[in-house]
């Protein structure tokens, strides 16, 4: 079952990629303000995003419920808080300047990055709620989130993709230029290989 939500949950990393790009020299120097807002807290949120991705690759299918709940639910809070963190930055910061259609592409990711925390939290409170008691009513729980966790998938999916749209011309270039995003990026990168 963790198989399957570690496939489900795989390429957190596309987050981070989907904020980098190749960067310029062009002079944005409002548009370089705004990426350093977004990127200053993205390798935190990186990290803690990463580590609740490994921790479900790694947990026993096989292993006791009691350890099975505990790391899924961990791991999922984890997932929650990330994806919040990146939303409330991503917010915070705004809509880049100068950038036509900035507005509805910056909500729009916002609203999903918000969405995919909600889910995870949602999540959460399922795996908290099952019977480790009765290995049936376990076994059948976890199906249920393993179902659940194909639509998070889809919501993740969803999120990368506002990103890389928000993430077009010179706020990726902008971004780019970014020691948060650039240091995020890498080891997302070295991750991956």
């Not at 376990?138 to 659940?148: H, P």
């Not at 969803?158 to 650039?182: F, R, Y």
Request: aromatic content about 4%.
């Amino acid at each position: 079952m963790n198989k399957k939500l570690a496939a489900a949950l795989s390429g957190g990393a596309v987050l981070v990629l989907a904020l980098t790009g190749c960067s310029d020299e062009k002079d944005t120097k409002e548009l370089d303000a705004w990426a350093k807002k977004v990127c200053e807290t993205v390798p935190a949120q990186q990290a803690k995003i990463t580590a609740a991705y490994d921790a479900l690759a790694k947990v026993a299918k096989d292993g006791k419920p009691e350890e099975l709940q505990k790391t899924d639910s961990e791991a999922f809070q984890n997932l929650s808080d990330g994806f919040k963190a990146r939303a409330t930055a991503l917010s915070t910061a705004g809509a880049p300047p100068g950038v036509e259609g900035a507005a509805k592409k910056h909500k729009d990711a916002v609203d999903k990055l918000t969405l995919l925390s909600a889910s995870y939290a949602d999540l959460k409170k399922q795996v908290d709620a099952l019977d480790t008691k009765n290995q049936s009513k376990f076994a059948s729980g976890l199906d249920d989130v393993s179902e659940q966790m194909k639509d998070v998938s889809q919501q993740y999916k969803s999120a990368v993709a506002s990103l890389q749209s928000l993430e077009e011309g010179d706020v990726k270039q902008a971004v780019a230029k970014q020691p948060g995003c650039k240091k995020a990026a890498a080891s997302a990168s070295a991750a991956d290989s």
